[in-house]
């Protein structure tokens, strides 16, 4: 649009800027921009652009977008700049009927505060999240538990737990040997699934009786296996979850472990598409190593522990991948934010003074 404009052109692109008008209640998010009604014209009905239009204009360096009506209106720059991220995150978590995901819970918690819009009631038990990991309340321990943690195993039993009753997916990413295994079983409830390669298979079932000995402890594997309903924990390893996927999927299990979960860093293999039809009310991801060579592989452990938080493979490789392998701080960033509060990383020289002295055989 032009100053000046007549006739047919000025009737095509409209010079004042889109508002966008946002409505959040509870766990649903929705959002259009529109035209600013005229003063002589109050009544008339709304022009609109389709958000999701509006976002892709935008990331494609355009100034105009068009409108429902056919015709044309400017992009609102500067609110783009401020806040185009945040919503293009949560219209990609978004399902058909406008509610988010709980893991993108947080992010319309932050899209809230950026807009110094109320927060929905639903949010405020996830406050903490949005503040860091320091205020999370302490878990109490299982009455069972033979162990004593160290002061970061705690916190990493108060995350997890905390994640857990939010029906919350996490990746537990310490280094080998900070206590991984433990963390875990201080935050199991109910019936639970452990997914492990063959090799630490039995160490799973030690560690259990070890640490954990009420729990009744079942091994899924050989060839006459069968699942025990009354087993409070149901061992078994990733060659069987492939063969037996869907008998595994039709058990609503209360927690899914995946052990070494780099596993299904492939989201084509049939493993990975496997441990994603798991029904289960929470789901841990165990690594040491949550990327080894590509971003994809975080895009599969997200879309085993949060599906949809971080929206479809394509849609990230192109927000997200595609940028950051072209050095894209900023982008990365963003992927900070948007996975730190599902994923706790300790290294061994985070928590030295706590380790016990070396001892070397």
């Known amino acids: 649009w032009e ?3 007549t006739g047919a052109t000025a009737s095509l692109f409209e010079a004042k800027e889109l508002v966008p008008r946002i409505e959040i209640r509870d766990e649903s998010f929705d959002i259009d921009f529109e035209l600013p009604r005229g003063e002589g014209s109050p009544d008339a009905p709304a022009r609109r652009a389709d958000a999701a239009a509006v976002i892709t204009a935008w990331r494609d360096g355009l100034d105009l977008v068009p409108l429902t009506d056919g015709t044309w209106a400017p992009l609102p720059a500067k609110w783009l700049r401020e806040n185009g991220h945040r919503v293009a995150d949560l219209l990609t978590a978004r399902r058909a009927d406008g509610t988010v995901p709980r893991a993108a819970l947080p992010a319309l918690g932050q899209l809230c505060d950026a807009l110094e819009h109320p927060r929905p009631a639903r949010l ?12 999370l309340p302490v878990a109490t321990l299982p009455a069972d538990l033979r162990a004593t943690l160290r002061v970061y195993q705690q916190r ?3 995350w997890l737990c905390f994640l857990r009753d939010a029906e919350l997916g996490a990746v537990l990413a310490d280094d080998m040997g900070l206590g991984k295994t433990l963390q875990t079983l201080c935050a199991l409830r109910g019936r639970a699934l452990v997914v492990a390669p063959r090799s630490v298979m039995d160490n799973w079932a030690a560690e259990l009786a070890r640490f954990r000995p009420a729990l009744r402890v079942a091994t899924y594997h050989g060839a006459d296996r069968s699942l025990d309903p009354r087993a409070d924990v149901t061992l078994t390893t990733y060659a069987v979850l492939r063969l037996d996927a869907d008998a595994l999927a039709r058990v609503a299990w209360d927690v899914a472990v ?4 780099q596993a299904i ?7 990975a598409r ?6 289960a009310a929470w789901r841990l991801a165990l690594s040491g190593t949550p990327v080894e060579n590509r971003l994809d592989e975080l895009w599969s452990l997200f879309h085993f522990t949060n599906p949809g938080l971080l929206g479809g493979r394509g849609d990230f490789d192109d927000r997200y991948g595609k ?5 894209d701080g900023v982008a990365a960033k963003r992927l900070r934010e948007r996975t730190s509060t599902f994923v706790l990383r300790r290294l061994k020289r985070d928590v030295a003074p706590e380790l016990p002295p070396r001892t070397e055989v």
Do not use: C, H, I, W
């Not at 038990?125 to 503040?131: D, I, P």
């Not at 995946?258 to 979960?261: G, R, S, T, V």
């Not at 496997?274 to 029904?279: Q, T």
């Open 274 to 279: 496997a441990a994603y039809e798991l029904r």
């Open 156 to 158: 990493g039993v108060d």
């Open 265 to 271: 860093k492939n989201p084509d293999s049939q493993t």
């Open 258 to 261: 995946l052990d070494e979960a």
């Open 323 to 327: 940028p950051m392998s072209q050095g």
């Open 124 to 135: 405020d038990g996830l406050r903490a999240l949005a503040v860091g990991f320091t205020d």
């Open 3 to 5: 100053e000046g404009a």
